[in-house]
């Protein structure tokens, strides 16, 4: 009867931790995601991602949530004007509903920066 309980009990423990391991697996994937659209985004902030007064391109947001489903929006809340060279910093959020790490989605966010106007010639 012991062996049969310990059998039962350290399935249920192998079932808890495989589901952990997907949590953590699928968060990586998430921000590994984030990271790579990114690189595509502040390519295209660089090239005519934002007006003079640092607002985002609605081309932009439109294209973050069709290709990653994540919102893009401006690192700074402060309106401030943009020159050649500057470094603009945005944010890419998304939202993970995990399996076992919480009953509440997950926030994954990352703050990267574009350099503006560096691809002109």
Same mark, same amino acid.
């Given at each position: !009867?012991?062996?049969? &309980? ?6 249920? !423990?192998?079932? !808890? ?19 790579? &659209?990114?690189?595509? #985004? @502040? ?22 949530? /069709? ?8 690192? /700074? ?5 943009? #020159? ?16 076992? &790490? @919480?009953?509440?989605? #997950? ?8 350099? #503006? ?5």
């Amino acid at each position: !009867m012991g062996n049969k &309980l310990a059998f039962i009990l350290s399935i249920y !423990m192998i079932l !808890m931790t495989f589901l952990l391991g997907t949590d953590i697996v699928l968060i990586q994937t998430s921000y590994s995601n984030l990271d790579s &659209l990114s690189q595509i #985004i @502040s390519y295209q902030i660089s090239n005519y991602g934002i007006d003079e007064y640092g607002n985002i391109d609605e081309g932009l947001i439109k294209f973050a949530k /069709e290709q990653g489903n994540a919102n893009l929006t401006r690192g /700074e809340t402060s309106e401030r004007t943009y #020159i050649e060279g500057d470094l603009y910093p945005y944010f890419l959020t998304k939202e993970y509903k995990a399996i076992l &790490l @919480s009953s509440s989605p #997950i926030k994954i966010s990352i703050k990267r920066y574009a350099v #503006i106007g560096i691809n002109h010639t």
